[in-house]
């Protein structure tokens, strides 16, 4: 089966804006994804017939809602491949579930000397919690460099583990150059020592698709709002025996067991680390969002994904000028790109006026963009509802702007 | 000229443009044309926070005026730095501080006036005006 375009586009009302009376090109999905009619009228939903705080009422809406949130986290469990689903923790992003892995992992696990290995191409969400944690345990970051093509340097890689490495956090794609990283060498290299892995998929779990048992991650953390579901989502994926290990991060309702003055037990998995009233409705929005994902297939989306991408990155190359930031063997629904010297906001402040959306900037990457000597890039980004038309306007678009510059 | 004579022309040059595009065709050539940044003052202290691109601003007093020289690596930047050189470099501290500079608005710079565009304009005026209040407190 393949990608019935028109049929994907017509489920994001989003898509029908005009932007200075232009029609809107969006290629902006890794900042975040649209959302489908069927998400948007999931959460609608949520708040009009199952409105009630869960796991804890007994009355008929609390657990109707409670059944509907597990019933989400049932979904995330089956699209990951989870053994069981209280190893999938709602969050309320991708950084939330860093920082949380950074904390409780962290805390249980990390001391002075200890070393942890993240990459040169993480995104900040995925330096700066375990920056962090090191200021507070005297611990020692370690980053694997990455080469000129933004491929991560793996006899580096391999040099940086040793018996002082405590845990390995690296990205599966990259944010801002769409390196599709050897996630299985990274993870069985960090095995082989029995090092554990934390799984940064913000950027894959929507284009590549994730088997958390396959892949053997230790850890596996990703946004909702970048797989089509609702901001305020995100998820935090653990290995059963080290996520009953880690210490509570946050303190709350919900998380415990048994409170008093003298001693407090906490509850089991999940809801260990879901302290407080969680995202209700965004959870069950984002589950809503899987079963979209699910239902088009995510081998489908690939090949749809991968096929513009090849596209767009031949069509951009014939514009004079152009230099590609980011060819990796391996690449995935990012393409960072500059045109001579232009600067990128230029660039994009006049593609806006164009109706055409895209990110400029150092992407929240700045030791690539330090890596590379540029102040940033412009960076195009594609999700499932792209076109080869969009691509064809974008081209045509910059073409025109880089004469403006000439 | 005034301030306000100088913001007279500026939107009567923009008032010829139809297309959005000649606007910013304008704003490149303004910023290809503003005289050239001197290099002492490219320092650290001298860059304004919040912008995407990179703005240099420095300024000095001359027979009780401000002047300012700018800079930025984004050309369409450039050219709003120039815009503000043009409209307020040269006059005292106290039409400074006074000013209303209702041109932003009138030649459809007000877009770049949002928080969210980043683009330093609102970091370029409020620095403007402490410098000249800077030099303001300084004659007292």
Redesign the interface.
């Known amino acids: 089966m393949s990608i019935n375009i028109e049929e994907v586009r017509k489920q994001f009302p989003i898509l029908e804006t005009q932007v200075y009376n232009k029609p809107l090109v969006y290629f902006d999905s890794a900042a975040t994804t649209h959302k489908p009619q069927r998400v948007i009228d999931k959460i609608d939903e949520v708040y009009k017939t199952l409105n009630s705080n869960i796991h804890r009422g007994v009355h008929y809406l609390s657990n109707q809602a409670t059944l509907a949130y597990e019933e989400a986290r049932n979904k995330v469990q089956g699209f990951i491949n989870a053994e069981h689903s209280h190893q999938v923790i709602f969050t309320s992003g991708a950084t939330a579930a860093i920082n949380l892995v950074a904390n409780s992992f962290g805390e249980t696990f990390i001391n002075e000397g200890d070393e942890i290995v993240v990459s040169t191409m993480e995104h900040h969400s995925n330096i700066v919690p375990w920056q962090l944690l090191c200021q507070r345990k005297k611990a020692v970051l370690k980053v694997i460099p990455i080469n000129q093509d933004g491929d991560l340097e793996m006899e580096a890689y391999k040099s940086l583990l040793s018996d002082k490495t405590k845990i390995v956090a690296v990205t599966h794609v990259s944010n801002a150059l769409g390196t599709v990283n050897p996630i299985q060498d990274v993870i069985d290299l960090a095995h082989e020592k029995n090092i554990p892995v934390m799984v940064d998929a913000s950027q894959s779990v929507q284009h590549i698709g994730i088997d958390v048992q396959k892949m053997d991650c230790d850890l596996l953390v990703f946004s909702g709002h970048k797989i089509y579901g609702p901001t305020g989502t995100g998820v935090c994926y653990g290995k059963e025996d080290l996520l009953n290990q880690m210490v509570p991060w946050q303190g709350g309702g919900e998380m415990i067991h048994k409170v008093s003055f003298t001693e407090t037990t906490y509850n089991e998995l999940p809801f260990k680390f879901e302290a407080g009233t969680p995202n209700i409705a965004g959870a069950i929005g984002l589950g809503e969002a899987i079963d979209f994902v699910s239902e088009l297939g995510v081998d489908n989306i690939a090949a749809y994904e991968d096929e513009l991408l090849q596209y767009a990155t031949n069509k951009l190359m014939s514009i004079e000028g152009m230099r590609i930031i980011g060819t990796a063997k391996k690449k995935s629904s990012v393409i960072s790109f500059l045109i001579n010297d232009i600067h990128p906001f230029d660039i994009g402040t006049l593609l806006d006026r164009m109706g055409i959306a895209v990110r400029t900037g150092h992407h929240c990457a700045q030791p690539i963009m330090d890596l590379y000597e540029i102040p940033g890039t412009l960076r195009a980004s594609i999700a499932v509802y792209n076109t080869k038309e969009e691509i064809d306007q974008l081209v045509a678009a910059l073409t025109k702007v880089a004469v403006m510059f000439a | 000229m005034t301030i306000n004579e100088i913001q007279e022309e500026i939107i009567e040059e923009f008032a010829t443009f139809d297309e959005?595009?000649d606007k910013?065709?304008y704003l490149?050539e303004l910023g290809n044309d503003l005289e050239p940044y001197d290099d002492t003052y490219r320092v650290d202290q001298n860059i304004l926070d919040g912008c995407?691109?990179?703005v240099w601003l420095h300024a000095w007093m001359e027979d009780g005026k401000v002047y300012f020289m700018g800079d930025s690596?984004?050309?369409?930047?450039k050219g709003i730095v120039a815009l503000m050189i043009r409209v307020l470099s040269g006059q005292s501290p106290d039409d400074i501080l006074s000013s209303e500079l209702k041109f932003v608005e009138e030649v459809g710079l007000k877009d770049h006036l949002s928080p969210t565009r980043s683009?330093g304009l609102v970091a370029m005026i409020k620095q403007m005006r402490l410098f000249a209040l800077a030099f303001k407190a300084k004659q007292a």
């Open positions: 959005w595009m910013y065709g490149i995407q691109s990179k690596d984004a050309i369409i930047v683009n």
